[in-house]
């Protein structure tokens, strides 16, 4: 690993998603973050925003935004806010989802794209969303991802990173800076 960077961000892959185990994965995951900078806590307090967006209480620059799908749950770490999604590809209506749920723009981008460029879109949305800390609280239809029929790099004064990481899995990166991404197995 390369001399760490403030803006860099680190993604925790752990296998399976029993949610009896996301604490103790989270926690084991702060402070191997937290330790790389030279912080040494021995236990975070986790608390909730006005829209539900999890923190540490005694923040640190420590920032992280969880997300699980198929066969994993990830934890993405940054010392600034962060949103994170992954989605794993699956054999969904997504013609009828994209045109509920889509901005127009990204609709017509799904029609002529197909089902993987769904899943991009949503990750794009989803970390955005969890960046902003509103969830699926403000519509998704509000805002579109989509520039000239491509995923966009930046929403606003953010950085959007999508991921090709994992056939049969999207993932998406969102926070102010971005310099490095690393993915760190863990158990």
């Not at 330790?35 to 040494?40: A, I, M, N, Q, S």
């Not at 699980?68 to 794993?88: N, V």
């Not at 790099?153 to 490095?180: F, M, Q």
Request: glycine share 6%; with cysteine; proline share 3%.
């Amino acid at each position: 690993m390369n001399t760490l960077n403030f803006y860099d961000v680190f993604v925790y892959i752990c296998k399976g998603t029993d949610p009896s185990l996301r604490n103790r994965r989270l926690q084991k995951c702060a402070r191997h973050f937290a330790g790389l900078y030279g912080d040494e806590i021995n236990c975070y307090t986790e608390k909730y925003g006005n829209y539900g967006k999890p923190y540490f209480s005694e923040n640190r620059g420590v920032h992280y935004s969880i997300s699980h799908s198929g066969d994993y749950w990830m934890c993405a770490f940054h010392k600034e806010p962060i949103g994170f999604d992954i989605q794993e590809h699956k054999a969904i209506d997504f013609i009828n989802i994209a045109k509920h749920w889509y901005h127009p723009q990204e609709y017509e981008t799904v029609l002529e794209k197909g089902a993987n460029q769904f899943y991009d879109i949503w990750c794009a949305k989803e970390s955005y969303l969890k960046y902003i800390g509103m969830g699926l609280r403000q519509p998704m239809k509000d805002f579109s991802v989509i520039e000239e029929n491509k995923l966009k790099n930046r929403i606003l004064d953010t950085e959007l990173v999508n991921i090709s990481r994992k056939p049969g899995y999207s993932l998406c990166i969102c926070a102010e800076k971005i310099i490095n991404i690393y993915f760190l197995v863990y158990f």
